[in-house]
């Protein structure tokens, strides 16, 4: 009998203990402050302005300089960031046998014109002793052969010249163009060898950019057409040109390159700098209506993005949406929102599902 009125008793004050906590709870989101929000109502655009692609900006002009020799650098002229010219010496490699291959090639050069000289005089002689009779037609043959061996010779000292220049070229390193240094692998006492970069040079002030196209937009893009290039980090617009549009996309993975040369312009723009680039299209009376949002106003979780929208009881209601292409600054919604529904575009706090809001 006492263990059941225990019993009863233990039950009687867990209720009492349940009771008053239900009373005293209140809702975390009911208890702050309403956050200030701003909305805006979905855009619907019967036209997609642009077809925009990513890219990155390049110098019109670059290379990497080579040699084609096996040698120690001797001396470095120049650093990275210095201006160059065209023909400017940039890097000296030993060159200690190429100096003695040409002092020989002087020599024989030397040698052949004498015999050339000596062979010439022959065969205007005996060309007039043969005009006058006064030389038989194998000697004239003999002098005639012996001219032109002599001529040969001298042209090919002369090739040989040509060539040891020419292997000169690979090692004493000269700028291609009017240029600055962007970069510089060896130094002086390295060994340099054949194929591998020494310093890398680019053209100042005139750029490009490298994009690839999506194959669904490629058809729409043109040679020659002009077009808008934001770059990102120093948040300008550049006007520029389409130069080059490809027609494959057989090592591009279903993607198309697409070059565009940006026009001069004071801007600080470098090379490696990302871009997007805004290609026009043409207008389709066809054309399905989009709806767009500002890129600001997405919320990302891992691979899930979405929007906040403002529910009847005046909280926050966060809607995870499936986006498409992306315009500018703003991106497509394919599913997810109602034409008809408010999404919020700022707050003055954290937003989270369920916090109370007031629409500015």
Not at 22 to 40: G, R, Y
Not at 165 to 187: C, G, L, M, W
């Amino acid at each position: 009998m006492k263990r059941n009125k225990f019993i009863t008793a233990v039950i009687a004050l867990s209720l009492l203990i349940v009771s008053c906590g239900s009373d005293n709870k209140t809702p975390v989101a009911q208890s702050m402050d309403p956050i200030v929000v701003k909305v805006s109502n979905l855009q619907a655009d019967n036209e997609s302005p642009f077809v925009t692609a990513s890219g990155k900006i390049e110098a019109a002009n670059s290379a990497n300089l080579s040699t084609r020799t096996m040698g120690y650098v001797n001396k470095t002229y120049v650093k990275v960031g210095d201006k160059v010219r065209k023909g400017q010496l940039l890097i000296s490699i030993n060159n200690a046998d190429l100096q003695a291959k040409r002092a020989q090639v002087n020599a024989n050069i030397t040698k052949a014109t004498a015999a050339y000289n000596i062979a010439e005089k022959d065969y205007n002689r005996f060309k007039n002793l043969f005009a006058d009779n006064s030389a038989s037609q194998k000697e004239m043959d003999d002098i005639t052969a012996h001219y032109e061996m002599a001529k040969a010779g001298l042209e090919a000292a002369n090739q040989m010249k040509n060539e040891i220049d020419a292997q000169f070229a690979y090692v004493d390193i000269r700028s291609p163009f009017n240029a600055v240094v962007t970069n510089k692998f060896i130094e002086v006492g390295d060994m340099a060898n054949p194929g591998v970069p020494l310093i890398a040079v680019e053209s100042p002030n005139n750029f490009k950019v490298t994009a690839m196209v999506a194959e669904s937009d490629i058809s729409q893009i043109k040679s020659g057409a002009k077009v808008n290039v934001l770059v990102k980090s120093i948040n300008k617009m550049i006007s520029g040109k389409v130069t080059e549009v490809s027609t494959s996309a057989k090592n591009t993975g279903g993607q198309y390159l697409v070059k565009v040369v940006l026009e001069k312009t004071d801007a600080n723009i470098l090379s490696g700098m990302f871009a997007t680039v805004q290609f026009p299209v043409e207008k389709n009376t066809n054309t399905m209506s989009i709806v767009l949002v500002p890129k600001t106003a997405i919320v990302k979780n891992g691979g899930l993005k979405g929007v906040y929208t403002v529910s009847e009881q005046n909280t926050a209601l966060l809607r995870w949406l499936r986006l498409g292409k992306t315009y500018g600054d703003k991106i497509e919604i394919l599913s997810g929102l109602n034409a008809d529904e408010q999404f919020i575009v700022s707050a003055d706090g954290k937003l989270f599902n369920g916090a109370k809001v007031i629409i500015q």
